[in-house]
């Protein structure tokens, strides 16, 4: 059997097209038109903050590591606790030890002092994953390894992300690190497997204070999210354009 | 203690003052690697192109050696990202399920762009080069010989049409594959400037002038390392001929190699004060603007990373090679200082820039310092340690010296002219 070079490349050509025929009953579409083709989601998860009824116990970050199988002794953490001191100098001091799991025993901050009476005002203030509508996360994933569910929440693929570390380096909230064992990045979830089965996150379940809330958002009848929907709340860091859900109630100027 | 999971970036990161619980230094040594490594290569490719495209004459023979050598050098800009990534198993998926909103998304097909380019051009410009030497190894017996013929009849891909009008052809394909390679190499830099710059939560990094200072360092940088490899290499052959009594050939390559580096030498300043004069832009801008970020902005580069950005970078890798290639008399070792300088210059600048990024918290209110891993304990200290940078360092070279046993990059009468 001959075969030219002509021939070769004609019949790659003609072989090439017959095989990709079966392919084109396939269409391209974006993820906004697979989100369409899906039944609108009747959820919204948003989350309510009350700064001003946290006493920094810490159960929320001890509840959440046990939870979401976080190694209890690792720096990293789903959810942390800040406890802010200004003086009356105007300076503010903060600090979160372990995240705040074990409470904020000591008075000292990194081994400085403050007496009482030198002090102005002083809080703590609750942090965990905002579930952003804008998320920068999602948009700088490579691979799609994180991304956005239709009731608003921002998941990871532990089977395809591939430890980049672009969506920690993209988070303006710092919410997001490596799991020190799967090697995969992660962050809070308001414990979707919870809320997702009628529970509420752990963090939320283990507050005795009630500074931390879950709400949906466009059910009419939920009571938080009329709390949101009718107090003066607030949001960390909105200049980055990322539309956070996690609301505050009582967020200082000094919060960072 | 073993059993103890480790979090990533604990074992190099000291925290100062309010640092958020999970901010660590993330992007360490092999992700100041990654731009350097591409910048050399952008770079290597664009001073073959000032030959190749605009017709450069008397930059002809580093052209032919900086394509050959922007080869070795591009298996090397992706090797970084995989030492760094947690999942290294993984690498593959960026190409097998892209999303395109990601900077990162587009590194597979722009790299694979452009190394096709390279690896054409090459092919174009030495295919004359592959077919003669499959007609002259057959002359030759022995084994060796035979699987040398056998690699070069592969290379030839079977064309073997050397008449003049053939060559002709190769010639005006490698111009225009060199044409159509300076964008492209551009964008590949100014790229990895925009995974940087487009980084809206790192106050240091979000700039638009980002991949453009990148492409500007990514020149000088590639330059110079050419060069630097150029004189190097030059300065062997000579001292080997005259050793074999070949006192009037050494001095021939010697001439030669003056020209060449007196030439080259000229685009280099042109770029490096390009890239300088975009980085002061850049820094006077933040300082005028002084928005939210700029006191702890200030607080790193004029404090904490002083000496880092404006005695290193600054001084001894722009002003003082600057001074030693533009002052009268420059002989060849105060070039050789220079370059060394140079490309020292930059690479703290792609330092500065990656690890001064994350030098400061999110939250504006504390610092991060980076100790750089020297003695590896585990395969993460290796890997983003002084070893694992050491290791792509050396690669190039190593890739280099095989490469050009078979495209002889540095022959005095190679072809294209």
Redesign the interface.
């Known amino acids: 059997m001959t075969c030219s070079r002509r021939d070769f490349l004609k019949d790659t050509v003609s072989g090439s097209l017959v095989s990709a025929l079966p392919l084109s009953a396939f269409t391209l579409i974006s993820s906004a038109e697979a989100a369409a083709a899906l039944d609108e989601s009747k959820t919204r998860w948003a989350f309510l903050v009350d700064t001003t009824k946290c006493v920094g116990c810490g159960m929320c970050v001890k509840a959440c590591k046990n939870e979401n199988e976080i190694?209890y002794?690792?720096?990293?953490?789903r959810t942390?606790v800040?406890r802010y001191v200004v003086t009356k100098d105007g300076t503010?001091h903060?600090?979160?030890p372990?995240?705040g799991r074990d409470g904020f025993i000591d008075d000292k901050i990194?081994d400085e002092e403050i007496e009482p009476e030198d002090i102005a005002k002083a809080f703590f203030v609750p942090?965990l994953c905002n579930q952003c509508d804008n998320p920068?996360c999602?948009?700088?994933?490579?691979?799609?390894?994180t991304y956005q569910t239709n009731d608003g929440i921002v998941l990871i693929d532990r089977e395809?992300?591939?430890?980049?570390?672009?969506c920690?380096?993209?988070?303006?909230?710092?919410?997001?690190?490596?799991h020190?064992?799967k090697?995969?990045a992660d962050k809070c979830n308001f414990c979707y497997h919870r809320i997702s089965n009628g529970m509420d996150p752990a963090c939320v379940e283990n507050c005795a204070f009630g500074a931390r809330r879950i709400a949906n958002l466009k059910d009419p009848d939920d009571p938080v999210a009329h709390l949101i929907r009718t107090e003066r709340v607030s949001v960390l860091k909105d200049?980055?354009?990322t539309k956070p859900h996690v609301f505050y109630i009582g967020l200082d100027a000094e919060v960072? | 203690m073993l059993d103890?999971?480790?979090?990533?970036?604990?074992e190099w990161t000291i925290k100062e003052?309010?640092v958020?619980?999970?901010?660590?230094i993330?992007?360490s040594i092999q992700i100041v690697m990654y731009p350097y490594m591409t910048g050399l290569v952008a770079g290597a490719f664009v001073l073959s192109s000032l030959y190749h495209v605009f017709g450069q004459k008397d930059l002809k023979e580093i052209a032919q050696f900086s394509l050959v050598f922007s080869l070795a050098l591009l298996p090397v800009a992706a090797l970084p990202?995989l030492l760094?990534?947690?999942?290294p198993t993984?690498?593959m998926?960026?190409l097998?399920?892209?999303?395109f909103?990601?900077?990162?998304?587009a590194?597979g097909i722009v790299f694979t762009t452009y190394a096709l380019i390279v690896l054409s051009e090459i092919w174009f410009v030495y295919r004359k080069y592959f077919v003669e030497q499959v007609y002259a190894l057959k002359e030759k017996a022995g084994l060796p010989n035979a699987m040398k013929r056998m690699v070069y009849r592969v290379l030839t891909i079977g064309a073997y049409d050397v008449s003049d009008g053939a060559i002709k052809v190769d010639k005006k394909a490698a111009t225009v594959l060199a044409a159509i390679g300076i964008p492209v190499a551009c964008f590949l830099h100014g790229y990895a400037g925009f995974?940087f710059g487009?980084?809206?939560?790192?106050a240091l990094w979000m700039s638009p002038l980002m991949p453009v200072i990148f492409i500007m360092s990514a020149v000088v940088s590639g330059i110079a390392l050419c060069m630097l490899t150029y004189i190097v290499i030059m300065e062997w052959k000579a001292f080997r001929q005259r050793r074999a009594g070949g006192a009037l050939a050494a001095g021939e390559i010697k001439g030669a190699e003056e020209e060449i580096i007196s030439k080259a030498a000229k685009y280099l300043l042109g770029f490096l004060v390009a890239a300088i004069s975009l980085e002061m832009l850049d820094l006077i801008f933040r300082g005028y603007t002084a928005m939210?970020s700029w006191d702890i902005l200030r607080s790193v580069m004029y404090g904490k990373d002083f000496l880092n950005i404006f005695v290193l970078q600054y001084g001894l890798g722009n002003l003082v090679p600057f001074a030693l290639l533009i002052l009268p008399r420059r002989t060849l070792f105060r070039t050789v200082i220079a370059l060394v300088l140079v490309l020292f210059g930059v690479f703290m600048m792609r330092w500065n820039v990656v690890i001064g990024g994350q030098a400061f918290?999110?939250?504006?209110?504390g610092y991060m310092h980076y100790e750089i891993p020297v003695i590896p304990h585990s395969l993460e200290t290796f890997k983003e340690g002084v070893f694992g940078a050491l290791t792509v360092i050396a690669t190039p070279f190593f890739l280099f010296w095989i490469i050009n046993k078979f495209v002889p990059s540095l022959r005095r009468d190679s072809e294209g002219s």
Request: proline fraction near 8%; aromatic fraction near 14%.
């Open positions: 190694p002794d690792a720096a990293v953490t942390w800040e503010t903060i600090d979160s372990m995240g990194r942090k920068a999602v948009q700088v994933c490579p691979v799609g390894a395809w992300c591939i430890g980049c570390g672009y920690v380096m993209a988070c303006p909230y710092g919410v997001r690190f490596f020190p064992e090697k995969v200049e980055y354009g960072r | 103890e999971p480790v979090v990533h970036g604990i003052l309010f958020y619980p999970n901010e660590f993330y992007w990202l760094h990534l947690q999942q993984r690498a998926e960026p097998l399920t892209p999303h909103t990601s900077a990162i998304a590194f995974i487009s980084v809206k939560a790192n939210k918290s999110l939250s504006f209110s």
